[in-house]
């Protein structure tokens, strides 16, 4: 992500590549990225918000979506489904690691992993964010055993608002 940003010429285009990826980020990440902005830059908030609804309104999309898949989540009841009890394999663990991108820190904090962890798996591997989380991933795993199951992993993603583009497959 910071790559295609960063990739842009203009700080025209690289404010453009910004939005445009936000909006693929999941649930909610638009609308944090423009609270984020209330403190510092109302002003900017307001007008992204303003333009966001003259589009048609990614934002009240994302809402229907983040609803829509409470509602599967619910309705599939996964953790107590025979997909949901099943132990991740490291092949799928390594497939999640190619479609996680920054919030895979925000995923660790929630898979109770310290600080220091993540630095260790930074550390590890460095120049290398795919190890870096499929790191992570396996040893969570590891230290979850029969319980580092496809539903507790997506319930845990849900948690901190990664968007079910990323982990559909697991499904």
């Known amino acids: 992500m910071v790559e295609e940003i960063m990739a842009e010429k203009t ?65 599939m009841n996964l953790q107590d489904s025979p997909r949901g009890k099943e132990v991740l394999t490291e092949k799928e663990l390594n497939k999640l690691a190619d479609k996680l991108g920054a919030e895979w820190e925000k995923l660790a904090i929630e898979l109770d992993f310290k600080k220091s962890e993540l630095y260790k798996f930074k550390e590890d591997n460095k120049n290398n964010v795919h190890a870096q989380i499929f790191d992570m991933l396996c040893k969570w795993k590891e230290k979850q055993g029969r319980k580092a199951t496809v539903g507790n992993l997506i319930h845990s993603m849900h948690e901190v608002s990664i968007g079910e583009d990323v982990y559909k497959f697991l499904l």
């Open 11 to 75: 700080s025209h285009g690289r404010v453009e590549q910004l939005l445009d990826t936000l909006v693929t980020r999941g649930p909610k990440a638009f609308m944090m990225f423009c609270k984020s902005l209330e403190e510092l830059y109302d002003w900017l908030s307001k007008d992204l918000l303003e333009q966001d609804q003259r589009r048609g309104g990614t934002t009240r999309a994302v809402q229907c979506q983040e609803d829509v898949l409470e509602d599967k989540m619910a309705r």
